[in-house]
Every structure is written in structure tokens, then in C-alpha cells.
T-cell receptor
Framework: DVKVTQSSRYLVKRTGEKVFLECVQD?????MFWYRQDPGLGLRLIYF???????EKGDIPEGYSVSREKKERFSLILESASTNQTSMYLC??????????????FGPGTRLTVL | GNSVTQMEGPVTLSEEAFLTINCTYT??????LFWYVQYPGEGLQLLLK?????DKGSNKGFEATYRKETTSFHLEKGSVQVSDSAVYFC?????????????FGSGTRLSIRP
């Protein structure tokens, strides 16, 4: 089974702190994604990566950066956390196959609270 | 651009009731369509998918048919159980630069009463 793990289930940080969210997948997938999930807004794509050291902005990249130094690991960085970044963060991965049939595999999520 | 609209929740039903969650989409080309489910405290997981018009996806008693003429992909189940309580997301695939991208609806929370 595909397994996507995220470093923390719950995280509490203070405004202005630098925050790292880590995601690891064990299926050798090329694509990895970071989303945030907010009530009534569904999932919104922050950044994605289609290869090591490659990254592209999603729909809401402001205030975030990412790092992909190894194929299995994709990190989301909040350079200076703010209260409006309090959210559930979901990581996902998918293989580079027929894009019309791609399935994404999700981690359990990290609930981040910024005080 | 591509988008997905699904019925707002929450939806509350009694056990063994019939379920329909409506989903319509706007897309160029021929996207694949998905239903993902998120059980309490977990990430999303694929429930079913359909890759072309008139395809029917099915899993765990749930079904959805890709209707190009009505741009819809409604989720149905004949007899729901308490264990079906979850948030359901309709989604479609799209091409976004160098990687496939999935566009999600806002989610519908389903609660089943015993």
C-alpha cells in the first residue's frame, strides 16, 4: 500500500516563527503536493513538485515556500507564521502516469495552530 | 477555468436511507472525475473515479456516472450506514504545467444517524 506520512498531526506555533512541515512517501512517486484545507473552501493547492528540486506554485503560494531535495520528501515552509495560516495541511503524492487517470494519495494531515 | 461545484452540507440521514450528493463540473477537454472521502481524523482517500463519459465508478456500495451532457458526477448509495459518516469531495483532474492537478469541490459533510 502507498504510504504518505506527515511529521506531526498537531502543531502549535507563535506568530513570526519559522515552521517546517515534512512529508514523506514510500512509493517512488514523481509528483508531490501541499494543500491547505479550510471549512467551506475545500482543498486549495499551495505548491507542488514534479521532480527533485523542481517546484511550481499552486493557487495560494503566498507566505509559503517548499523544498524537495530527495524524491521521497517534500517540505512546506512557513517563513514567518501568521494567524491566517492556521489550518489543516495535507500532503499528497501521485505517480507520473496518464494525467487523466491520476490518483493522489494523501497523508493524515497536520493541524497547525498559529497563536 | 476548470471548477467543481458540489451540494453544500451538512447532510444528515438515517441508517439505510438512500444517498445522493450532487456534483457538477466545468472543464475544457476531457477530465477524469473523482470522489474522495475523508473519515474523521484522517486524510483523503480515493472512493471511486471515472475517466471518460458514461463510465460508472463504484466502490463500497457507492456509485457515480460520468455524464458529459449534464456535466455531472453525482454520488449515490442505496443504503447508507453509520460508518459512511465522513466528508465527501468531488474532484476533477486537469493538466497544470508539468504535473497533473486535481481540483476539489468544497466538500459535503455526511452524518448518518443509527
Amino acid at each position: 500500500d502507498v504510504k504518505v506520512t506527515q511529521s506531526s498531526r498537531y502543531l502549535v506555533k507563535r506568530t513570526g516563527e519559522k515552521v517546517f512541515l515534512e512529508c514523506v512517501q514510500d512509493m517512488d512517486h514523481e509528483n508531490m503536493f501541499w494543500y491547505r484545507q479550510d471549512p467551506g473552501l475545500g482543498l486549495r493547492l499551495i505548491y507542488f513538485s514534479y521532480d527533485v528540486k523542481m517546484k511550481e506554485k499552486g493557487d495560494i503560494p503566498e507566505g509559503y515556500s517548499v523544498s524537495r531535495e530527495k524524491k521521497e520528501r517534500f517540505s512546506l515552509i512557513l517563513e514567518s507564521a501568521s494567524t491566517n495560516q492556521t489550518s489543516m495541511y495535507l500532503c499528497a503524492s501521485s505517480p507520473y502516469s496518464d494525467p487523466r487517470a491520476d490518483t493522489q494519495y494523501f497523508g493524515p494531515g497536520t493541524r497547525l495552530t498559529v497563536l | 477555468g476548470n471548477s467543481v461545484t458540489q451540494m453544500e452540507g451538512p447532510v444528515t440521514l438515517s441508517e439505510e436511507a438512500f444517498l445522493t450528493i450532487n456534483c457538477t463540473y466545468t472543464a475544457t477537454g476531457y477530465p477524469s472525475l473523482f470522489w474522495y472521502v475523508q473519515y474523521p481524523g484522517e486524510g483523503l482517500q480515493l472512493l471511486l473515479k471515472a475517466t471518460k463519459a458514461d463510465d460508472k465508478g463504484s466502490n463500497k456500495g457507492f456509485e457515480a456516472t460520468y455524464r458529459k451532457e449534464t456535466t455531472s458526477f453525482h454520488l449515490e448509495k442505496g443504503s447508507v450506514q453509520v460508518s459512511d459518516s465522513a466528508v465527501y469531495f468531488c474532484a476533477l483532474s486537469g493538466r497544470y504545467s508539468s504535473a497533473s492537478k486535481i481540483i476539489f469541490g468544497s466538500g459535503t459533510r455526511l452524518s448518518i444517524r443509527p
